[in-house]
């Protein structure tokens, strides 16, 4: 099964990694480690790590939600849970791991792998592609920082390539629901702010982020398809080289 296809596979693809890790780091820094967060910056300033902790909570939370939703019986899966929740909702994260640690033995993470076995399995999506995806974003974000473009433009096209990076950073964490949540909040900001795009250079740049919209929704093909808003972007975007143009006509006629 795909490692990431559903909350309880995510969780406990994380959960039997960080089991592993020392007693003696801080806890801060063993979640950063398994998050794929910066472990020294975690160590001193743990707020990027407790914000992706908060999103695993509620993974657990639709975890338990759809398990409640089966014939099993709660008593079979509940405890375990909870004991993972405590891991994830860690009172001081600046703490030794051994002090969470513990909550995470053999039964509890078992117990996680049945869930991850029993819960429907989301369509999958490929690592790789997500990768080069990423990757892309990360070239063309070099690019825009370097340019010319007027500061507003800049900030703009920069924005939308920041939505993709966490769309996809978040996968491994929220599965589909990251991709969708991002070309929903990509299409409602770029609503908001093209008026910006004027001139011709501005929009080569900004068809460049498009085409990395369409990179991503060639990767999310069938997550993105499901979602209503996601496939009225994603419309826009199939139009090509006139997706940019489309786009913004599209926004400008719904000002007027």
Known sequence: ???????????????????????????????????????????????????????????????????????????????????????????NISASWNNYKHYLQVDTRLALKYCAEILPAEPAISMEELQAVLDSAHRLRQEIEQSELAPAVREFLLSQLKIIEKGIQDYPIRGGSAIKDAFKQGFSEFGSHCDVVKTDQDEKKTSRVVKVWSALKTAGKEIVEADRIASAYVGLIDKGQDATKALLALFDSGSN
């Open 1 to 91: 099964m795909n490692e990431f296809a559903n909350p309880a596979k995510r969780l406990s693809r994380l959960i039997e990694d960080v089991a592993q890790k020392q007693d003696s780091i801080s806890t801060a820094v063993v979640w950063a480690e398994a998050l794929g967060l910066d472990p020294v910056l975690a160590q001193n300033d743990p707020h990027e790590v407790q914000a992706k902790l908060t999103v695993l909570r509620q993974e657990l939370d639709l975890a338990a939600k759809l398990m409640a939703e089966t014939p099993f019986s709660k008593d079979l899966y509940e405890p375990y849970l909870s004991r993972v929740r405590s891991t994830i909702s860690v009172g």
